[in-house]
């Protein structure tokens, strides 16, 4: 149960940051679009 | 040195994401200046909303609140979740479907009038600028603190900044500019959550669930059930479809991209609050005295991190605020432009696309002059949630739902929330024992049943 908590928030924190790697590569298609 | 090198990074990442804003291209017309040509994709419409709501309230203040009262705020969190779910589910659908729609002021006038129209496009300016003031309040607070500069030119410093290319480039340029400083925080700060947990958590899982489950009782035995309802009532509805993010409903590329942007915005909320509240968590075992809750992560980073994390953590801090800010710049003089000065002057493109420059500056100046009355960020927000929700959300939501909206009702309900809610916010704060954005936002929906029915009478004498 303890442990459990523990991988929550780690799965967490994982998760915000594949979130911030998806925008970053959706910004930079998006900018290449904008360009074209 | 370390004072050297945190003003050496954030200085570089300002005129970086100068570099980006411009990068995105002045505006060419308001179109584009308000809406982004309405081509926005579920990425960017995701990263910029959850840009905008992740303020220094949702980061700073949820890392303090974490070190306080645990995963108590995660509980109250939940319901801004939900509110951005429902927002997904069953209102930026609709908002997206009206066709020549720039501002929720448009799509109140178009379900109902254009005095409503105006009504609404006062009260989304004045509502922008006092969230702007907050937000230049904030990011006065961080630059003062890193430069030691004087808190008004700090304060000036972040608000020419964001002015700067939120004038030229429009929705656009903030869109871009908000994504750009959402990878930022959402990969900093969950990775040195993540350093912090791998290397500095004393006791391992067991200590920190210890902490987490003391924080959490401490937090509900301190807090009385009447102030958790408050608290929960001003985050299920106290920015609901704030301009900012109506605008980002408005610009999305399709209604599905729309709805889907907040069903995510929504879920990353939950994670996030998870992420800032673990992090308050763990500075328990490592922060022996408690530094005040506002200093919390500051004073983590400081002693787990070199000072090159702690450089990066104020970049971050930064980016949380102008991300913020710069929306609100933009939806605010958007709403000027469209809902204010359309309604009396018929105005070419260009000359829409003027107003809405020129009033994203004298907004800009507003908020700079407001920062010096924001008492507290916290109670600057709720300030700006308590008037909100009364003032716009009947009227709005019902007028997308019911087939013929009377005018009457959307007038009386507008006009009703917002006195009701300043009278008790700032008149008689101790006049009613419950929380005022409840007072303000049944009175609302009184005057909105009121109107309804007398318009219903007139139009049935008019048959008769």
């Known amino acids: 149960m303890k442990v459990l908590l523990l991988v929550l928030v780690v799965i967490a924190a994982l998760f915000a940051i594949a979130s911030g790697v998806w925008v970053a590569i959706a910004l930079v298609r998006y900018k290449a679009e904008d360009q074209t | 040195m370390d004072t050297v090198l945190s003003v050496a990074v954030v200085v570089a990442y300002m005129v970086l994401l100068t570099f980006v804003a411009m990068r995105a291209r002045a505006a060419r017309e308001f179109a584009e200046f308000s ?17 905008t709501y992740v303020g220094p309230g949702f980061s700073i203040g949820f890392v303090g609140k974490g070190f306080k009262s645990g995963f108590l705020f995660l509980v109250i969190g939940l319901a801004y979740a939900v509110q951005n779910i429902l927002v997904g589910l069953l209102l930026a659908p609709r908002l997206r479907a009206l066709k020549n729609c720039h501002t929720l002021g448009d799509a109140i006038g178009q379900k109902y009038d254009r005095k409503c129209q105006i009504v609404a496009g006062i009260i989304s300016v004045g509502l922008c600028a006092g969230f702007a003031a907050v ?7 961080v630059l003062h603190d890193i430069f030691a500069l004087p808190h008004w030119s700090s304060v000036i410093i972040i608000v020419a900044i964001t002015a700067l290319y939120t004038t030229f480039g429009g929705l656009r340029a903030s869109v871009i500019t908000d994504a750009f400083q959402f990878s930022a925080f959402a990969i900093l700060l969950p990775a040195a959550l993540l350093l912090v947990l791998g290397s500095h958590l004393q006791g391992g899982a067991a200590a920190f669930a210890q902490q987490a489950s003391d924080a959490t009782i401490e937090g509900f035995s301190s807090t009385p059930p009447i102030e958790i309802i408050g608290l929960l009532a001003a985050f299920l509805l106290g920015e609901t479809l704030i301009p900012p993010y109506a605008n980002r409903a408005l610009a999305s590329r399709t209604t599905r991209v729309s709805r889907n942007g907040f069903i995510l915005a929504g879920l990353f909320s939950t994670v996030w609050f998870m992420v800032m509240i673990a992090l308050g968590i763990a500075a328990r075992s490592i922060i022996r005295e408690d530094p005040g809750e506002d200093y919390v992560l500051l004073n983590l980073v400081q002693s787990t991190m070199p000072a090159e994390c702690y450089a990066l953590l104020l970049v971050v801090l930064v980016s949380v605020v102008m991300s913020s800010l710069d929306s609100l710049l933009n939806a605010g003089a958007v709403a000027f432009t469209q809902d204010i000065v359309k309604p009396f002057v018929k105005l070419p493109n260009s000359a ?10 004298v907004i800009a100046i507003i908020a700079a002059a407001g920062a010096v009355a924001v008492p507290s960020i916290i109670s600057g927000l709720l300030i700006c949630y308590t ?24 007038i009386l309900s507008m006009g009703v929330g917002t006195v009701v809610a300043i009278t008790l916010k700032f008149i008689f704060p101790n006049l009613i024992e419950i929380p005022a954005i409840i007072a303000a936002l049944a009175s609302a929906l009184l005057a909105y049943g009121l109107g309804h029915w007398i318009e219903n009478i007139k139009s049935g004498e008019h048959k008769g």
């Not at chain 2, 579920?42 to 990263?47: D, Y």
């Not at chain 2, 937000?135 to 607070?141: L, Q, R, T, W, Y």
């Not at chain 2, 008037?387 to 959307?410: C, D, E, S, V």
């Open chain 2, 387 to 410: 008037i909100w929700a009364p003032a716009i959300l009947p009227t709005l939501i019902i007028g997308l739902w019911i087939k013929r909206p009377r005018p009457l009702a959307g």
């Open chain 2, 35 to 51: 809406l982004a040509g309405r081509a926005l994709p579920l990425a960017l419409v995701f990263g910029s909303l959850a840009a």
């Open chain 2, 135 to 141: 937000m230049a309040k904030a990011g006065g607070d």
């Open chain 2, 352 to 361: 829409a696309l003027n107003i809405g420059r020129a009033s994203t500056i």
